[in-house]
């Protein structure tokens, strides 16, 4: 399940990630309607705050967000790009981390690419032509992102499909558009998509059998803070799934996945840390607390 030692690095435009070992990415939902923070960190300031915040937990990479995926009306275009763009500004001057822009907008992905965005995470996965331009025309990290149907619409049913499957040949697909556009595979992980047009069943099997996209030769980046799988299985509502987060980091890990974008970063951080140390046998450094 191990990546060949080319393919463990993930570029974005301002350096490079490690992907022989875990990284959380965390989640800056400057909306006012997210479906776990409720618009908690809505506004400049609060969204600045909570990712510097983030960043002091151990987040490897810091997303930030400016339109829900909520089953609701689409944001204007203007009013995305004026919540996303002075957060991404400030954390750019205040920390080390790389920024990346959570979108499906082209316009939006060039202003916050422009502000200094390092990684461009598009939930449609480049289905645009204009944001498969917009990524070729940059040179920042891509997660190429799995969904079947369309951000923001209800789906009335979900495909009889084998989902492994169906990702894995999507993903071949795409990768070879990416490659038709000039961007290099060194600069691209692969989202399968949890929750994105799936049924929680489906999702199940889909991270059951995560271990199969190893094929893939790139890094896989799994989006499993707090889904609907998560609340399936336990009975959890949204904000009561810190638990089964940690079990779902863990088996995803243990199967090969690289990144996780999680709301709880400092848990899941402590979390992936041990779980690479008893992977290796040898953690990254001893902190000496002895009790």
Do not use: Y
Not at 36 to 43: A, S, V, W
């Amino acid at each position: 399940m191990g990546l060949a030692p080319g393919a463990r690095h993930w570029h974005h435009a301002t350096g490079s990630l490690d992907c022989s070992r875990g990284h959380v990415v965390g989640i800056v939902n400057a909306t006012p309607d997210s479906f776990t923070d409720e618009g908690r960190h809505f506004g400049t300031a609060a969204s600045v705050a909570h990712g510097l915040d983030l960043a002091r937990q151990g987040a490897s990479v810091i997303e930030v967000g400016g339109e829900s995926l909520r089953f609701s009306a689409r944001t204007e275009v203007s009013e995305e790009i004026a919540r996303v763009v002075p957060v991404i500004r400030e954390l750019v001057d205040a920390i080390r981390q790389p920024i990346a822009i959570d979108t499906f907008n082209p316009a939006v992905a060039d202003a916050a690419i422009a502000a200094g965005a390092s990684i461009l995470n598009d939930p449609t996965g480049l289905r645009d032509p204009d944001m498969l331009r917009v990524a070729a025309a940059s040179h920042v990290g891509i997660v190429l992102t799995h969904f079947f149907g369309d951000p923001k619409v209800r789906p009335m049913s979900f495909p009889h499909v084998d989902v492994p499957g169906a990702v894995i040949e999507w993903a071949q697909g795409t990768l070879e558009r990416t490659d038709d556009a000039a961007i290099a595979r060194a600069r691209i992980v692969i989202d399968p998509g949890v929750g994105l047009g799936k049924s929680p069943e489906q999702d199940l099997d889909l991270l059951h059998r995560l271990h199969e996209l190893s094929v893939l030769g790139r890094p896989i980046f799994v989006p499993i803070s707090n889904k609907k799988v998560l609340g399936a299985v336990t009975g959890r509502v949204a904000n009561e799934r810190l638990a089964p987060n940690a079990a779902a980091v863990v088996w995803c890990r243990l199967r090969g996945a690289s990144l996780f974008r999680v709301h709880d970063v400092g848990f899941l951080r402590d979390v992936l840390t041990m779980t690479e140390a008893l992977i290796s046998g040898a953690p990254e450094r001893w902190h000496g607390v002895i009790k």
